[in-house]
């Protein structure tokens, strides 16, 4: 019989599929329907309520169709659950503005100046454990390095990565 300690950690996984989940902006059907059925609704629902136990090779194959590393998945010692909700679709980045990169629209990118920019965006979104896919928030000191990177003063990376079609103003509140 589980101890109310493995209960408590099976929702807590439960929670963290689910928050990555929804990051991923999918419902549990559309997680079926792309995974061609390898996920059915209906088990992962059972995986995120805590009711049925996730196997190992099942959580990497699961990360793997979420596009995160698999630690991502494990809830933190402390319980909490980190979610950071996307952007809806702005015009282009105004001075004074939040710095929100467009991930979409990076992927359409290439090079070797993007690859290090996406390489750097992957370390902040494991580190603030925020995979919603669309678009992440930088804050100053990401900002100092994404400057580097472009090889150029901080207070120009923000326009020289507009310029691109990488930035989107944050959601008004």
């Known amino acids: 019989m589980p101890s109310t300690r493995d ?3 099976s929702m807590r996984l439960g929670e963290r599929i689910r928050v990555i989940r929804r990051q991923k902006r999918l419902s549990l059907q559309d997680v079926e329907a792309r995974s061609e059925a390898e996920f059915k609704a209906s088990v992962l ?4 309520r805590g009711e049925r136990a996730v ?9 793997e169709f979420y596009d995160v590393p698999v630690d991502q998945l494990l809830p933190s010692g402390d319980g ?7 952007i809806d679709e702005q015009a282009s980045w105004m001075p004074g503005q939040k710095v929100v990169i467009d991930l ?15 390489r750097y965006l992957g370390i902040i979104q494991v580190k603030r454990q925020d995979f919603n ?10 900002l100092q390095a994404l400057a580097a990177i472009l090889g150029t003063a901080v207070d120009d990376a923000a326009p020289r990565l507009a310029e691109r079609g990488l930035l989107r103003p944050p959601a008004s509140s």
């Open 45 to 48: 629902g059972a995986y995120e």
């Open 104 to 118: 979409l629209a990076l992927a359409d990118f290439d090079g070797p100046e993007i690859d290090l920019i996406r």
């Open 133 to 142: 896919g669309r678009v992440l928030t930088i804050r100053q000191d990401d």
């Open 55 to 63: 196997s190992v090779p099942r959580l990497h194959r699961l990360a």
């Open 80 to 86: 909490e659950t980190v979610v950071n909700k996307g």
């Open 7 to 9: 209960d408590d950690y």
